[in-house]
């Protein structure tokens, strides 16, 4: 019964059930013994009592019903109706107050005012987010009310409760009723002319706009309160607001992050002057180092984990440097070692991250030492939990794979409890399942995994109806499907029917998204990928390429491929393709190694497609020597990104042989003429075992038989040779398709579209 109740109430609350139908469903619950039927009972005459509009009634039987069960185990029932009776019988009593004298109103205004603030609280544990907006909506009324009032006391108390549940809504990251608050108490404070607390509720102001992307405003107030410290020689003030408007300048984008640096730097300096005047301790300087790294961190940028990683390091040392730390100072240090192995891990080396997956370990034995004096210690220990896990899903080190699974499994673990008790939500279970899932599939060759994608699928499918209520859904959900074919491109395997056609509903889905999310237009150029609809494909690139996006130059690349893709289908004689050129100097600005590799395949597309329709030697010779030099021009090409290319250059090197050799039997056989002063390139004699430990086995099969027959062509009369120059001129075709699987190309444009998502990582709970 209670489970039921208390998920209606919920409903009601978050207003997904109106009240008629929420009071048919509890109307309808069955019950065990009389007192659960008593309590459906008092519940539902209390929401009867809203509902003919006499909240009076309604909140004497809420409160009578809550004092009755007050003794019971179930703490989340009475405290859903204490939050139940706010909700709907507070604006009632607050208006009420109107007519009564000064002696009667204020005392009651201050009861409805602590109310609200329980409420809040209680919102916030009980993860009721949607009802935050009218508690801060009633919170603004119930200040007005008693600032009506005039009561200087009474205002100061209020003004000062109002500016706690400010700070308490920030913290829950509810910026928009926090800087509604604020708003307001600067304009009392400013009326009653309380300078320091005026300064204060500024201040606080400027943060939250900072965190609402309102970096402009922020800035001015800000520049404005330097002001205001400056004259008042307030050297505490000026640091304080120095820092922030570093922190500020830090997540504007359009601001040069080596201003944002100097303004961090100016920060330190003021934090050190304000310690050696004694007005704060070695703790505070560590915590302003702690807050601008952070801050970089949160901005997302991954060229700067180096300036966050050395702010943090200052930090720690400077906590170091203190030999008895209080429980506060140790809350600290257990942040400056998460940001630090988080930091460290996003570097993706080796090094790094065996020193981020240290600072994290470390990090969690703090958290183990010290879990009483955290708030909420199993929401921070699965958050760190999380974090090595996803840490250990990004690199490629397998000695880190086991120690992610295992980390999943116990941030799993405990945000499924969590979860229970209703203090996250599903988005952050989702993310931990998601992750445990893919790195228990890339594992899954050793492992006895029947299907590892099957969970991938049904994650994926429960991350749908949250798309509605919950904007990071699209985006992890955009994460996930890049991830799940960025791991079957690196590891191997194919995705099963039933996860496939999920995808493509997601894809249209996805069309009713944020479309300035890059996670979002990059997973749109994987979706036609997965179904290799390169005509889809190429349009969506070229779509993306006509914009000044991020992924402008990559979808250049991803154009280029799916041209390539369309190209192969020129070999099939029975369509009508024409060759385009994949080509221009824009891919070729890009990445030269792809350029010089699609230019030798359309060379022999153009080529093989010219000799279907005219059947000239000379001509099939020439456009051989031709790609033959061009894919021999491969292996000239250096590339700083490092994805694929062995192999790449691998296959390139051997199809110019190849080529090289049949061009060259046309020429002696056959009487071809190849026109050499056409080509300014020459083709290097390459030994075919150099790369012979890269190749497939297929591939090397095939150009053995292509060399064996090449050999019988030579060796045979003319007449003889035709059967065997067809078997050659028929391994070239099978080549030319097979040569995109073994060179690995898809892997390095998947890497490179994965590379410019990746530039600003998304930041999970």
């Not at 909506?137 to 108390?157: F, G, K, P």
């Not at 997956?357 to 969690?364: D, K, M, S, V």
Request: glycine share 4%; hydrophobic share 45%.
């Amino acid at each position: 019964m209670e489970s039921i109740l208390q998920a209606t109430l919920r409903d009601i609350l978050i207003a997904s059930l109106s009240l008629d139908d929420g009071l048919s469903k509890i109307q309808g619950i069955s019950f065990r013994n009389p007192e659960e039927a008593d309590v459906l009972y008092d519940i539902a005459r209390a929401i009867e009592e809203i509902l003919l509009r006499r909240p009076g009634l309604a909140n004497a039987k809420l409160t009578e019903l809550v004092v009755r069960m007050s003794f019971n185990e179930n703490r989340v029932l009475p405290e859903m109706l204490i939050l139940f009776d706010t909700r709907y019988t507070s604006s009632h009593r607050r208006s009420e107050c109107e007519l009564s004298p000064d002696i009667e109103a204020i005392p009651r205004l201050i009861d409805i005012l602590g109310e609200l603030s329980q409420a809040v609280t209680s919102t916030i544990r009980l993860n009721l987010r949607p009802v935050l907006p009218f508690l801060s909506d009633e919170v603004l009324m119930a200040l007005n009310a008693i600032y009506d009032r005039r009561h200087d006391a009474t205002v100061s108390l209020a003004l000062h409760e109002v500016h706690y549940l400010a700070w308490i809504l920030v913290e829950a990251g509810f910026f928009e009723g926090a800087e509604l608050l604020l708003n307001r108490l600067i304009e009392i404070s400013t009326e009653v002319g309380d300078d320091e607390f005026t300064f204060e509720v500024t201040f606080d102001y400027a943060c939250v706009l900072t965190e609402l992307k309102m970096f402009g405003a922020s800035r001015n107030i800000l520049n404005d309160l330097e002001k205001f410290a400056r004259r008042s020689n307030d050297s505490l003030k000026l640091a304080e607001v120095t820092l922030q408007l570093g922190v500020n300048e830090t997540r504007d984008d359009s601001v040069d992050f080596k201003v944002a640096r100097n303004l961090g730097d100016k920060a330190s300096e003021f934090y050190d002057m304000a310690l050696k005047d004694g007005f704060i301790s070695r703790d505070e300087v560590g915590l302003a180092h702690l807050v601008i790294g952070s801050s970089i961190l949160a901005n997302g940028w991954r060229e700067g984990m180096s300036n966050a990683v050395e702010r943090l390091e200052l930090g720690l040392r400077i906590y170091d440097s203190i030999e008895t730390k209080t429980p506060t100072q140790m809350i600290h240090v257990f942040r400056t070692l998460t940001g630090l192995g988080f930091a460290h891990g996003l570097m993706g080396d080796h090094d790094n991250m065996s020193k981020g997956i240290e600072y994290l370990t470390n990090a969690r034995e703090i958290l183990e030492q010290y879990k009483n004096s955290f708030s909420n210690y199993e929401i921070e220990s699965s958050r760190v939990e999380n974090a090595i896990g996803w840490l250990c899903l990004s690199t490629e080190s397998d000695e880190f794979w086991e120690m992610g699974i295992e980390s999943f499994k116990r941030a799993n673990e405990i945000r499924e409890k969590l979860l229970i008790s209703g203090l996250i939500s599903d988005i952050e279970i989702l993310g931990t399942r998601m992750g445990l899932a893919l790195s228990i599939m890339r594992s899954a060759e050793r492992s006895d995994t029947e299907d590892p994608q099957e969970p991938i699928r049904d994650i994926i499918a429960q991350y749908v109806p949250l798309f509605p209520t919950d904007s990071r859904a699209y985006e992890e959900i955009a994460i996930s499907t890049f991830d799940l074919v960025w791991l079957l491109a690196r590891h191997g395997g194919t995705l099963p029917p039933r996860l496939r056609r999920l995808l493509d509903d997601v894809d249209r889905m996805l069309e009713d998204a944020d479309t300035d999310s890059i996670f979002i237009q990059g997973v749109s150029l994987v979706f036609p990928y997965l179904e290799n609809s390169w005509n889809t494909l190429l349009e969506r690139s070229k779509r993306m390429t006509d914009s000044s996006n991020h992924l402008a130059d990559v979808s250049k690349i991803i154009a280029a491929l799916a041209i390539s893709k369309i190209n192969l289908e020129a070999l099939n004689l029975e369509l009508t393709s024409r060759v385009k050129p994949a080509v221009d100097d824009q891919v070729l600005r890009i990445d030269a190694l792809l350029a010089q590799y699609w230019l030798g395949q359309t060379y022999l597309i153009q080529t093989i497609r010219a000799f279907y329709d005219n059947k000239d030697y000379s001509d099939l010779a020439s456009g051989l020597y031709a790609a033959a030099i061009a894919f021999n021009e491969v292996l000239d090409i250096d590339s700083d990104f490092g994805e694929s290319v062995e192999f790449i250059k691998a296959t390139s090197a051997s199809m110019a042989q190849m080529l090289h050799k049949f061009s060259l039997t046309l020429e002696n056989q056959y009487a071809a003429y190849i026109d050499r002063s056409k080509f300014a390139g020459t083709i290097s004699n390459i030994d075919e075992t150099q790369y012979a430990f890269i190749l497939t086995e297929d591939w090397l099969g095939l150009v053995k038989i292509a060399n064996a027959y090449l050999q019988m062509v030579e060796q045979s009369e003319l007449v003889e040779a035709q059967p065997y120059l067809n078997a050659v001129f028929s391994n070239i075709n099978r080549a030319l398709r097979m040569m995109d699987t073994v060179s690995l190309v898809d892997r390095r444009v998947l890497a490179l579209l994965g590379a410019e998502m990746n530039r600003r990582y998304y930041l999970r709970m």
